[in-house]
């Protein structure tokens, strides 16, 4: 059975920092491409960023330069690390896996960021 499981959302002033984390477990993790994902109050998922089997990445163009997506294979873990967060950064934000050549198939549970003025 596939679980991911996030941490690290929170309550942060504008221009903070928050470091969200993810767990993942039942699947060869190494094997997946890892991203993550925000839904705002009323609006759709969007996606935030991915981490590829080889460690590259892509960024929405709303959080290039600020979001940094890592991995650390060793121990099944995604990270997304937000600096200079923003008011519209505010959501709820979900760890999803990939596998090849395929569509997202696992999705975590989702934790909350607030960005407060």
């Known amino acids: 059975q596939v679980q991911l499981v996030e941490s690290g959302g929170g309550l942060v002033q504008a221009g903070g920092s928050l470091r969200l984390s993810c767990v993942a477990s039942?699947?060869?993790?190494?094997?997946?491409?890892m991203g993550w994902f925000r839904q705002a109050p009323g609006q759709e998922r969007e996606l935030v960023g991915t981490?590829?089997?080889?460690?590259?990445?892509y960024y929405a163009d709303s959080v290039k330069g600020r979001f940094t997506i890592s991995r650390d294979n060793a121990k099944n873990t995604v990270y997304l690390q937000m600096n200079s967060l923003k008011l519209e950064d505010t959501a709820i934000y979900y760890c999803?896996?990939?596998?090849?050549?395929?569509?997202?198939?696992?999705w975590g549970q989702g934790t909350q960021v607030t960005v407060s003025s």
């Open positions: 981490i590829y089997r080889s460690g590259s990445t």
């Open positions: 999803t896996a990939r596998p090849q050549s395929a569509g997202w198939a696992y």
């Open positions: 039942g699947l060869t993790f190494s094997s997946y491409a």
